[in-house]
């Protein structure tokens, strides 16, 4: 299998992990009951699908083909991360924003991690930018900075007292 050819399944990926990410950060935005911290979080799912069309154009400039089974996978699996047990059989949980929050923060560090493979490369390929990919890492720290005030006040309302069980 060539450079090109391993570089696109990684990036294609890298997508589906990024359809999950989108598709869960809107839902998490949308669950939210505090309007002050769901104002955060649709900003914050307004950038994961900003950084989510960051990656196809960077995937066009490429020539990678995207993997459409793979980005539908990576929609169904969202899908089906909602079925998972939180304590609650109909309605959201303290659980739920806390397991979101988890996810969301893995998301963003491994794209981050992704912004970075790329990165390494920027500097021996042409058909990457590296001041937009080191634009791309900045924002993918500032996320999850984000994410894990957000993740922390989870837990205290998750766990402590006078949280509901």
């Known amino acids: 299998m060539s450079n090109h050819s391993l570089l696109g399944v990684y990036l294609n ?20 009951r505090d309007p002050a911290k769901r104002r955060i979080m649709r900003t914050l799912a307004d950038e994961i699908g900003e950084d989510r069309q960051v990656l196809l154009e960077i995937m ?23 079925l998972k047990l939180n304590g609650s ?33 920027a500097d021996e390929r ?3 930018d590296p001041a937009r990919l080191d634009d791309l890492l900045a924002r993918a ?15 205290a309302a998750a766990f402590h007292s006078g949280a509901r069980r």
């Open 89 to 121: 059989l109909l309605a959201r949980s303290p659980l739920s924003d806390l397991l979101e929050l988890e996810m969301m923060r893995l998301g963003v560090e491994g794209k981050a991690a992704g912004w970075q493979s790329l990165r390494a490369l």
């Open 141 to 155: 720290g500032d996320q999850s900075k984000r994410l894990e005030e957000l993740r922390k006040e989870a837990v």
């Open 60 to 82: 066009a400039a490429l020539g990678i083909r995207t993997r459409g089974y793979k980005v539908w996978a990576g929609w169904v699996a969202e899908k089906a991360g909602r």
């Open 126 to 128: 042409q058909d990457l």
């Open 13 to 32: 990926d890298h997508l589906a992990g990024a359809t999950v990410g989108t598709e869960l950060a809107h839902r998490a935005a949308a669950g939210q």
